[in-house]
């Protein structure tokens, strides 16, 4: 597609329940990366997947937090037993290759978890 | 572990003032400096890369190794460069993922 495509836009889900946030890259982008961001606070990096590599899961902040990605295409991130801290806009990013030129970001998805 | 700082989460400067955003890192490596900007309610985009010496809409960034910054500046601020301001860094070895700071908001009052 034109750009970096994310959805839902916005999810409202009940503490414990788990989802599922989904991110389209543009077409060839081999990076695939996702951000978190709280209210008020900067992007907090999550994971990052490069082609075939294994990928970066460094960010990812407990075991709850999972996230595949099908070759070089959609990415899914999952949240399991969801928990008030976890509200916050999911953002994805794309590039070419290990951001070089930089990262084309999705519009995001604002999770609220009540 | 790398880490980017933006000491200021409120800039608000007149039309026509000087502007600088203030962004220091700490990396012993050799670092890829990069400021990003989002307009309300758009998304996210890049605004220029240390690497590309370039100015965009007016906006140049130094590298600065000595002092470990990139502040972003602006001789003439306008109305439409109201925005918030993040800077980024990556790394040359390890996470190759880039870090982003708190973000400055940008207020460029008439």
């Known amino acids: 597609g034109a750009g970096v495509s994310q959805s839902p836009s916005n999810k409202v889900t009940e503490k414990g329940k788990d989802v599922e946030l989904r991110c389209d890259p543009i077409s060839g982008h081999t990076a695939l990366y996702w951000y978190r961001q709280r209210l008020g606070q900067g992007l907090e990096f999550l994971i990052y997947f490069q082609g075939n590599s294994a990928p970066d899961k460094s960010g990812l902040p407990s075991d709850r937090f999972s996230a595949e990605r099908t070759g070089e295409s959609v990415s899914t991130l999952t949240i399991q037993r969801t928990q008030q801290e976890d509200s916050a806009v999911y953002l994805c990013?794309?590039?070419?290759?290990?951001?070089?030129?930089?990262?084309?970001f999705g519009s995001g998805t604002r999770l609220t978890v009540v | 572990a790398q880490r980017v700082t933006q000491p200021e989460k409120l800039l608000s400067v007149f039309k026509g003032a000087p502007v600088e955003l203030k962004c220091n890192y700490s990396?012993?490596?050799?670092?890829?400096l990069f400021w990003y900007v989002q307009y309300s309610r758009q998304r996210l985009q890049l605004l220029l890369r240390?690497?590309s010496r370039e100015s965009i809409k007016g906006f140049t960034a130094d590298l600065n190794k000595g002092e470990t910054s990139f502040h972003l500046k602006k001789p003439f601020a306008q109305e439409e460069d109201s925005a918030m301001y993040y800077c980024?860094?990556?790394?040359?070895?390890?996470?190759?993922?880039?870090?982003f700071g708190s973000g400055t908001r940008l207020q460029v009052q008439p």
């Open positions: 980024a860094l990556r790394v040359d070895t390890g996470r190759r993922a880039l870090t």
């Open positions: 990396y012993s490596g050799s670092p890829e």
């Open positions: 990013a794309s590039s070419l290759r290990q951001g070089y030129y930089g990262y084309t």
């Open positions: 240390h690497i």
